[in-house]
């Protein structure tokens, strides 16, 4: 016999919302699921009802992107070996899997809020607090300068095809939450590509995205310290231009709102 599907259980009512999503509290109440263990403590992530009805799904493409976010995260700290006060400070992308509901999934008063067959991410529940640090628009907190050059790197690093950046997450501090033994790194999810072929849907701005992205960012020291300063896309926009296009702001923004100011 083979081994027993696993059985999710989570709330009705979301805990938290980014631009596109809503994410619940979830559990591994039996088996294994996905490759999570019973008792495993998880986010599910499933797509806004109003974007759901603009035919938006959560697909694949999402766990493909965040993959390929892993593995350049995975190839910085190896490259760069990222230190803070001398000690290692590594950036860590979750894993996220798909999953398929079964039956609707309804709030205390029946309103359908994830309907049957619907796709949804899951990944492990990160332990500590939140930050948003940049965003694919170009918007900085200002006050994390390894995820600002992160993202700078896998521009130049992938020679100009991606843009991993809307990061977000936890950034590690002693006396807080370790990671694979590590006091300081950040361990972040959600996170957006803008690539040269516009491949990851609807935050992926497309080459014209990284133009943006780059017009809005200020290279700190660390940009300076590994050459990346005069690293930047070809003729790049001025600041005003930029703002004409997408103005830099603290949440993800999508591919139409691109298009409504271009157009």
């Given at each position: 016999m083979g081994a027993k599907p696993g059985?999710?259980?989570f709330d009705s009512a979301p805990f938290g919302e980014g631009s596109s999503r809503l994410a619940f509290r979830c559990k591994v109440a039996e088996g294994n699921y996905k490759g999570f263990p019973t008792n495993t403590e998880l986010v599910l992530k499933a797509m806004k009802p109003e974007l759901y009805?603009?035919?938006i799904r959560v697909s694949d493409r999402d766990v493909e992107m965040q993959r390929k976010a892993a593995d350049l995260a995975q190839e910085f700290n190896r490259l760069m070996q990222p230190k803070k006060h001398g000690r290692s400070c590594n950036v860590h992308m979750l894993e996220t899997k798909l999953g398929t509901m079964?039956?609707?999934?309804?709030?205390?008063?029946?309103?359908v809020i994830i309907r049957d067959g619907e796709g949804f991410l899951l990944e492990q529940m990160i332990i500590g607090e939140f930050d948003k640090f940049n965003s694919?628009?170009?918007?900085?907190?200002?006050?994390?300068?390894l995820p600002d050059f992160f993202s700078h790197w896998t521009w130049v690093h992938t020679g100009g095809r991606y843009l991993v950046c809307d990061l977000q997450g936890?950034?590690?501090?002693p006396g807080g939450p370790?990671?694979?033994g590590e006091s300081y790194y950040y361990l972040l999810t959600d996170p957006a590509i803008c690539s040269f072929e516009r491949k990851f849907g609807i935050t992926d701005l497309g080459k014209q995205g990284i133009k943006n992205w780059f017009a809005h960012h200020v290279c700190n020291e660390l940009c300076e310290t590994h050459g990346l300063v005069q690293a930047r896309p070809a003729s790049p926009m001025t600041m005003r231009s930029a703002r004409a296009t997408l103005i830099a702001r603290r949440r993800s923004s999508y591919v139409d709102e691109?298009?409504?100011a271009t157009c």
């Open positions: 059985i999710l259980a009805e603009r035919g079964t039956g609707h999934k309804v709030t205390s008063t029946g309103k694919n628009s170009g918007w900085s907190c200002g006050t994390a300068k936890h950034r590690g501090r370790l990671y694979q691109m298009c409504h």
